[in-house]
């Protein structure tokens, strides 16, 4: 069985989708016209999607964090120092991390809704970068 779709609750479907665009390089995918709300559909590759999704007065959880909820992603630990600059310059927070690994990671909580994300070496996946 395999991973297809994530789906993140905002009330700022925008700005959250463009966070995301802008530092992660996530482009976006069509949604279908059935789609009842407003709704971003951004291709994470590998056939893997993250929709981005409008809930009327949400409110992100506030066990956002390492050992709590959040969402790990793999990205080529060479270009981490970029990553950085771009998601600060975007207005995230980075985050280190509470427990010590053999191999490279960073958190950042981002800053529409204070979702946190973890940010793994891509080495870690077993996938080449493309």
């Known amino acids: 069985m395999g991973f297809a779709h994530l789906t993140l609750a905002t009330r700022e479907v925008e700005k959250t989708a463009?966070?995301?665009?802008?530092?992660?390089?996530?482009?976006?995918?069509?949604?279908?016209?059935?789609?009842p709300c407003e709704s971003v559909w951004l291709n994470l590759g590998g056939g893997h999607q993250l929709h981005i999704t409008y809930v009327d007065e949400f409110e992100v959880s506030p066990f956002e964090r390492e050992f709590g909820r959040h969402?790990?992603?793999?990205?080529?630990?060479?270009?981490?120092d970029d990553l950085k600059e771009r998601l600060v310059q975007y207005g995230a927070v980075l985050i280190e991390p509470e427990r010590t690994t053999p191999f490279d990671r960073?958190?950042?909580?981002?800053?529409?809704?204070?979702?946190?994300f973890e940010v793994i070496d891509q080495a870690r996946s077993g996938i080449l970068e493309t």
């Open 18 to 35: 463009s966070f995301l665009e802008q530092t992660l390089g996530y482009p976006r995918d069509p949604v279908p016209e059935n789609v």
């Open 71 to 80: 969402v790990a992603i793999y990205y080529p630990s060479q270009r981490f």
């Open 106 to 116: 960073f958190f950042f909580r981002e800053p529409v809704n204070g979702y946190v």
